[in-house]
């Protein structure tokens, strides 16, 4: 790999290795900066309105705080994130943006009101069938009165800036569905590790910055011919949030290949569909109900099992790893479903619950290490 | 030149093992010492006494399997394999039609399931936490003055087991002893002990998907009590090897023979 993309990697790494330090530089020369926790959060809104979007996604190490105030199985991404902001680590952002994707995050968002009483909580509450005229209708009436409320701070956000958000934003997640479609087909390419660094940053970074970067980045890649394929077995990931990068390089360690996935940190996020013309807030709720549904949202006629066993297959997938947040109850309460699914394909699973504040445990090591021997012997 | 050996050390969390096979497979030695804490050690120490039993030297290993959570410490290792796969290949040569094992080592406590070639279909792990390990069993019985290797024959003599709720294994140890303040007798407690700790193996073996024949190896195979909760409660009878503590190291020395024929 030459220096161009040996330096843009080293920026995506070194921005996973301290999330916040972009956009705590840019708060400090004056940058409005918005949290947002998910993913379903309209960050084209956010930026069309001056702030930089960054992703809250809490922070290695303990969360004393946070556990006077949380029962025990609370996540360790609502943990680990909201001790950050009580001990005022997140006062750089002007705002935060809460989803209502489950009992946790939804509770988790007034708690975080009363505690940080300076810091302005939004909640996009989006309909749990995503689709329907009553969805959209009123999916259309909360992105109307969340445009009102950041409005209030930021001051009016015309269509045009928000039209130009979304292409903006449409023209980065293209680079990155090219980044996916190319892992898929030359795995040996870029790594799960180096992708999952790419995806993690562009949430952390200015969307122009990341884009910059990125561009030749993937042109790059794209043009690197053919390199000698690895025979290591193939796996795919799925689950929810996936910050503690140690996961991902601790299964690719054990000697195997990430070649796609279905996480929050990851593909999930970047399934928007192209936004459709016309009017800016119409698109933006066609592209968010329109996306692949995470577990705490339910789309008629989608399948989470029959589509993780489409996609495995496409990816040539031997395995499929689960990193499930441990507490994450809209996937837990998937997965039974998900996990028949790929036992009925005869693709073997692997499920890891993950506490993502927390080193990786030594058991892990000897679990990956387990499953990639299986996935060998059954290739043999 | 004289014989070629292949050589599987398992060093566990409580005990080091040691087996050597010769290019037929059959076991020429096996040995079984206490980890101690200096794996590395521990692996030499092992691997001396097991090459000692056959009157050979270290230059007569053709090829060494390192298995088990101190797998990274052995010296002079061909490879490493887990003790996932190594306790799957030690059971299926052992008993052709095994279709799953199970296997309570010291920290550890896993269910595995075959298919009819030996090949793992699917495996679980006890994670986070110890309780329903070996080592739970050790503090048990010290805490109730039991020798080890009396606990399973008097578990078996309760009418009935004591109730212990706690999984943890230092709140178990404070609640063996509040039953026994209030009269429980010692056989009750122990019953309750080994119920508990096969409550725990049979979620993992659910998990894993159990057919028989079923095969129990690691060193708490050797406490009947566990033995026969565990059969209770995954409903089917177990087969517990001659040397249940040396499967993942038996394991571990065949594959180091496939990996010579290689």
Not at chain 1, 145 to 166: F, H, N, W
């Amino acid at each position: 790999m030459d220096s161009g993309n040996g330096t843009a990697l080293e920026v995506f790494t070194s921005v996973c290795d301290d999330f916040y330090a972009t956009a705590r530089a840019a708060a400090a020369s004056g940058r409005k900066v918005a949290g947002f926790v998910c993913s379903y959060a309209p960050q084209e809104l956010l930026h069309a309105a001056g702030y930089l979007p960054v992703r809250v996604l809490g922070r290695p190490g303990g969360t004393p705080r946070a556990d006077q105030l949380l029962q025990a199985y609370a996540c360790s991404l609502a943990r680990s994130s909201f001790d950050a902001a009580l001990s005022g680590e997140f006062d750089f952002m002007d705002l935060v943006v809460f989803s209502h994707t489950c009992d946790t995050m939804q509770n988790l968002a007034d708690l975080w009101r009363s505690s940080r009483p300076n810091q302005k909580v939004v909640i996009v509450s989006a309909p749990t069938v995503t689709s329907g005229p009553a969805a959209l209708s009123y999916y259309r009436k909360v992105l109307a009165d969340v445009r009102e409320q950041i409005e209030a701070l930021s001051g009016p956000i015309s269509d045009e800036a928000i039209r130009a958000s979304i292409d903006l934003y449409a023209r980065h997640r293209n680079l990155v569905q090219r980044l996916y479609d190319l892992r898929r087909e030359h795995s040996e390419l870029i790594s799960g590790r180096e992708l999952l660094a790419v995806v993690t940053s562009s949430m952390m970074m200015d969307k122009e910055e990341h884009l910059r970067l990125l561009e030749p980045f993937v042109a790059e890649l794209e043009s690197a011919g053919d390199v000698k394929a690895k025979r290591l077995p193939r796996v795919f990931v799925a689950g929810s949030v996936c910050q503690n990068m140690g996961f991902v390089t601790a299964l690719e360690e054990a000697g195997c290949m990430v070649v796609d996935d279905d996480l929050c940190m990851g593909g999930r996020s970047f399934s928007l569909p192209e936004p459709p013309a016309g009017d800016p807030m119409d698109a933006l709720v066609e592209m968010y109900l329109g996306r692949r549904p995470c577990p705490a949202f339910h789309t008629p006629g989608f399948d989470p099992g029959a589509f993780l066993v489409e996609r495995a297959r496409a990816a040539r997938a031997a395995g499929v790893v689960f990193l499930l947040t441990k507490f994450c109850d809209p996937w837990f309460f998937d997965y039974p479903h998900v996990n028949k699914s790929l036992e009925a394909a005869g693709i073997p699973g692997l499920l890891v619950e993950v506490e993502q504040n927390l080193p990786v445990p030594e058991q892990f090591r000897t679990r990956a290490e387990a499953f990639v021997e299986l996935l060998k012997a059954k290739a043999e | 030149m004289g014989v070629q050996y292949f050589a599987g050390v398992d060093v566990g969390s409580a005990t080091a093992k040691a087996v050597l096979v010769d290019a037929a497979g059959t076991i020429c030695a096996h040995v079984v010492v206490p980890s101690g804490g200096n794996l590395t050690l521990a692996a030499d120490r092992v691997l001396a006494a097991a090459l000692e039993r056959v009157g050979a030297v270290p230059g007569d290993i053709a090829a060494l399997v390192a298995t088990g959570y101190g797998r990274e410490s052995v010296a002079n290792r061909t490879k490493t394999v887990t003790e996932i796969t190594c306790h799957a290949k030690g059971a299926h040569v052992l008993y052709p039609d095994a279709r799953a094992v199970i296997d309570i080592g010291g920290q550890d406590s896993k269910a595995i399931s075959l298919d009819a070639a030996g090949m793992i279909r699917k495996f679980e792990m006890n994670d986070k936490c110890a309780a329903g390990t070996g080592r739970f069993l050790e503090v048990m019985a010290r805490t109730l003055e039991v020798p080890l290797d009396e606990v399973g024959p008097r578990a078996l003599t309760a009418d009935r087991p004591a109730k212990i709720s706690s999984t943890c294994t230092v709140f178990a140890e404070s609640e063996v002893i509040s039953l026994l303040a209030q009269g429980e007798t010692v056989e009750r407690i122990l019953a309750g002990l080994c119920l508990s700790i096969s409550q725990r193996v049979n979620s993992l073996a659910m998990r894993a998907g159990m057919a028989p024949r079923v095969i129990m190896t690691g060193g708490v195979a050797k406490n009947t009590g566990v033995v026969r909760a565990i059969e209770k409660a995954v409903g089917l009878p177990l087969t517990v090897p001659d040397q249940p503590q040396i499967m993942g190291a038996l394991g571990a020395a065949l594959l180091a023979r496939n990996e010579a024929v290689k």
